[in-house]
């Protein structure tokens, strides 16, 4: 069985800037050392990727700060996080979810048994979105979320989406 280690938006912006909180500084340090566990052959990082024109879509309407807009340095992986998965895949994702993820994972579980861990931002956000977008197309492959790797929002909404994994039969490490 292999196991892929997937790291969901640790960028910039969700760190120390437009969108950072205390919580998810204070996770970069728990996901660069889970990070270096891991050859980067099975590192996947996310990266949410926004254009110019981010305040007139759906999203920035709903939540009109601009943020890790495209080339920019709020866009950027966190230096340590960058640094501690040179040579992983990364994937741009123009919404929560990535469908591009999942079909990625699916079609490597065609030729090999995989094992998915899952860590990063936002807890009730990003990684929710590909937790349960991932176990719709693998119901079978074991997926799990290191709970002290992520962070939400806010600490509670953070603990409803551990909650809401968990009631989706994905195993929660906390």
């Known amino acids: 069985m292999r196991d892929i280690l997937l790291i969901i938006d640790m960028q910039n912006d969700f760190i120390t800037g437009a969108l950072g909180t205390p919580e998810a500084e204070a996770i ?5 050392e889970e990070a270096g566990k891991y050859p980067a052959k099975d590192i996947i990082a996310t ?3 926004h254009g110019p024109d981010y305040l007139q879509t759906q999203e920035g309407q709903k939540l009109p700060v601009p943020h890790c807009i495209r080339e920019t340095e709020g866009w950027a992986l966190h230096p340590k996080i960058a640094a501690a998965i040179a040579g992983a895949l ?8 990535s469908v591009a993820l999942a079909e990625r994972l699916r079609d490597m579980a065609a030729g090999e048994e995989l094992r998915l861990t899952l860590l990063g931002l936002c807890t009730d ?13 693998l119901p079978e492959t074991p ?11 806010t600490p509670e909404s953070h603990e ?7 009631m989706c039969q994905i195993t929660v490490e906390r």
């Open 28 to 32: 970069v340090d728990a996901v660069a």
């Open 47 to 49: 990266r949410d990727t």
């Open 90 to 97: 990364i994937l741009d994702k123009p919404s929560f979810g």
């Open 125 to 137: 956000i990003c990684v929710v979105s590909n937790a349960l977008l991932i176990k719709a197309f």
């Open 143 to 153: 997926v799990r979320v290191l709970a002290r790797c992520c962070a939400g929002v």
């Open 160 to 166: 409803a989406a551990l909650r809401t994994m968990e």
